[in-house]
């Protein structure tokens, strides 16, 4: 585990392939993203307030899904400078922002379904 804080373990340009059990969590992770992908297009067919929410969702999984093959394609062939660590890093990085900012989009729904509801009560009185 001492190997992990290591600038020599991150940013080696040829690493070795991954050990059997992070190949395995790996693979489990991106068949994960393919499952999620395929209820997220089920789901974001849809409509309502829910519908964009959905369909940045399934984006995330799917390009998600894609990018974690290619990176295991590269470590699986063992290419020098694309089965770098770093490339890992850099995506899980890369995630967690699109995820918050997936998320923020998501705290917004609220008060957009009450101003819908707003809309809906002034245009129940008009003509």
Do not use: H
């Not at 699986?76 to 997936?102: C, K, N, Q, T």
């Amino acid at each position: 585990m001492t190997n992990l804080m290591t600038w020599q373990f991150w940013f080696t340009l040829s690493p070795g392939s991954l050990t059997p059990f992070a190949q395995k969590s790996f693979v489990g992770l991106l068949i994960l993203f393919v499952f999620l992908a395929v209820l997220l297009f089920m789901a974001k067919r849809r409509s309502g307030l829910y519908r964009g929410f959905f369909k940045r969702l399934y984006t995330f999984c799917l390009t998600n899904a894609a990018i974690g093959l290619i990176l295991l394609f590269f470590d699986y062939e063992l290419v020098p400078f694309f089965s770098a660590r770093f490339w890992l890093a850099l995506w899980g990085l890369v995630m967690l922002v699109w995820l918050i900012l997936i998320l923020k989009k998501l705290g917004r729904i609220p008060a957009q379904k009450k101003l819908k509801e707003q809309d809906a009560e002034l245009k129940k009185y008009l003509p």
